[in-house]
């Protein structure tokens, strides 16, 4: 927000000349009565010790010298305990619209990443099964954050962690075979752990279409011919689903190709070096416990296979390798017990503990007539993410798997989520966008047409109370966008649009827009929706929903 941007300078050029330091936890923040002004600082209070004075003295003496310094500041005044509240001229808020207009889809872009090369790695479900609407959550969660961080200065890659190595593909190949075999007409005996879904069923019939033969290859064979089907077939149709939900990944990374190349021994190299690692009992063993996790974990067994953390120490070995500055992992909620010991091995790599960061995903409650559907890959019980986005649309299922927190559970109601109504959430949005331009078009068809660029004299006109609160609303949208990367947290994106939305719906029922009797306050008016819409269309490109002109 351009009015924290312009206090925080005020406020400094005061302490430079008061030779006091800048506070690191001074905060600069709406009030939460919007009589009390526009803003708040709590600086005051910070520095009484500093300044050898009462924190009320001091919010007074800043209130006394802030609008000498900016003249954008109209009034400032100390309250309650040392807060110093500050309230900007219209003007200064009218110039908000202007802003907009010149920087169009760049608006709330900022450079605070700086360029730094980021590497943010979502979704890499096994390639066991279709993704279903967790996986689908990760994946909105993943996107919506590279688009994020991107509009933040940072340089984002994406990738997809392809498991394609270990028992897991073993337990797939088996599952295909097992259905060869009974679609040959035979008997197998099925273990417990195989998958069970029609998809198994169905990759099955096709091989035997393509290979009648198949089912009487010698077992090794057969198995290692289902295992290659299985995962190509799963996988494309892994990377179809999400082009269709609008999701990206520039690379597919195969955990096989990392161990065949010897990333796994390198990262061993690295760890043995800086002397994390020890041998016991024939196996190799890292010493995690000394650098915060519960126990030391082995990386190789004494029978000399690998275990899953030694193949994920080697690929994030890799990525830093590749030169990625911050590592940005997307996981199901059920792995935060892996987090301590993914970052001290990220430490022990020499790597700093900034550098890496994991967001969690939490379960999805599918919710259908006010039941839940069950879900369980192996069991073949799940929606799959397809159902869904088939069923209510991409633009839906982003923006309700965008709506909360990620790291908190999430019902996503399949009626709600298909109605065209202000109860369900992303119409509520995308109307006030749609909403915007109908008028816009009205304005249009009367002759009125507002130019691409507006001037102080055209603004004038917004003077009311819902004017100023949309305005600030408006102005306040590279701030969220700036405090939501840096929390990565996309569901501050949907909150606000929430809000900007309702703040529209409000303005439109109170005030007309198109006034016969009064045209510049129309174009204003005009001025600002379109403006509001194009944050709206902006916002709602973080989340990767479309922002429709009529609805």
């Known amino acids: 927000m351009r009015a924290i941007h312009v206090l925080r300078q005020s406020i400094a050029a005061i302490l430079e000349e008061e030779g006091l330091p ?44 802030l609008p000498a310094l900016c003249p954008d500041i109209i009034r400032a005044e100390a309250a309650g305990p040392g807060f110093c509240n500050v309230t900007f001229s219209q003007a200064f808020w009218r110039q908000t619209v202007q802003e907009v207009e010149a920087a169009g889809m760049a608006y709330g872009n900022s450079q605070n990443g700086g360029g730094q090369k980021v590497l943010v790695e979502y979704v890499s479900a096994n390639p066991t099964g279709p993704l279903h609407v967790g996986h689908g959550r990760g994946a909105a969660v993943g996107d919506s954050l590279t688009r994020l961080l991107r509009r933040a200065g940072y340089t984002v890659d994406t990738e997809y962690y392809i498991n394609d190595a270990g028992r897991q593909m073993h337990i797939l190949g088996l599952s295909v075979w097992l259905r060869v075999q009974e679609l040959a007409g035979r008997k197998p005996q099925l273990p417990e752990d195989f998958y069970r879904g029609d998809y198994i069923i169905d990759i099955a ?137 993914m970052r001290a091995a990220i430490e022990a790599m020499g790597q700093k503990r900034s550098s890496f960061d994991v967001v969690l995903i939490q379960l999805v409650n599918l919710l259908r007539e006010g039941k839940p559907v069950s879900m369980s890959t192996r069991a073949g019980t799940f929606e799959t993410l397809a159902d869904v986005l088939h069923e209510v649309g991409v633009d839906a299922t982003r923006f309700m798997f965008l709506s909360r927190k990620s790291d908190s559970p999430l019902d996503f109601d399949l009626e709600l989520a298909k109605q065209r109504s202000m109860d369900n959430p992303v119409y ?112 709602l490109d973080v989340l990767g929903v479309s922002a429709p002109e009529s609805m």
């Not at 009462?54 to 007074?60: C, F, I, N, V």
């Not at 065949?260 to 760890?271: K, N, Q």
């Not at 915060?292 to 690998?306: A, E, T, Y």
């Not at 949208?477 to 700036?482: I, R």
Request: hydrophobic share 45%; charged share 25%; net charge negative.
């Open 205 to 341: 019939r096709r091989m035997l279409e393509a290979d009648p033969a198949l089912a009487d290859a010698p077992e090794a064979e057969g198995l290692e011919r289902c295992r290659l089907f299985a995962v190509d077939d799963i996988l494309s149709g892994i990377k179809a689903d999400l082009q269709e939900f609008r999701v990206e990944h520039q690379v597919w990374f195969s955990e096989k190709s990392l161990v065949e190349r010897g990333a796994v021994d390198t990262a061993f190299a690295a760890l043995r070096t800086a002397g994390h690692t020890f041998e016991q009992e024939g196996a190799f063993w890292f010493a995690t416990e000394k650098m915060g996790d519960d126990k030391d974990r082995v990386l190789r067994k004494s029978d000399g296979s690998l275990t899953y953390f030694a193949s994920d120490i080697a690929y994030h070995h890799d990525k830093y390798q590749r030169g990625y500055q911050w590592l940005i992992d997307i996981w199901g909620a059920d792995h935060h017990g892996y987090v301590p010991r």
């Open 22 to 65: 800048w506070p690191e936890k001074l905060v600069i923040e709406a009030p939460r009565d919007p009589s009390h002004g526009d803003l708040s600082t709590n600086a005051a209070m910070l520095l009484a010790k500093a300044a050898q004075t009462r924190p009320r003295d001091l919010a007074q003496k800043l209130a006394e010298r």
């Open 428 to 539: 509520y949005v995308q109307y006030a966008h749609a909403r915007i331009h109908a008028v816009l078009r009205r304005a249009a068809e009367r002759g009125i047409h507002l130019p691409e660029k507006t001037d102080a004299a055209m603004l004038s006109g917004l003077d009311t109370a819902e004017d100023m609160a949309l305005l600030r609303k408006l102005a306040a949208f590279e701030d969220m966008l700036s405090t939501a990367a840096r929390a990565l947290a996309v569901h501050h994106v949907s909150a606000y649009l929430s809000e900007l939305a309702g703040l529209l719906h409000s303005y439109y029922a109170r005030h007309q827009v198109l006034l016969a009797d009064d045209m510049p306050r129309s174009l204003s008016r005009l001025a600002l929706l379109r403006a509001v819409g194009q944050a709206l269309r902006n916002g």
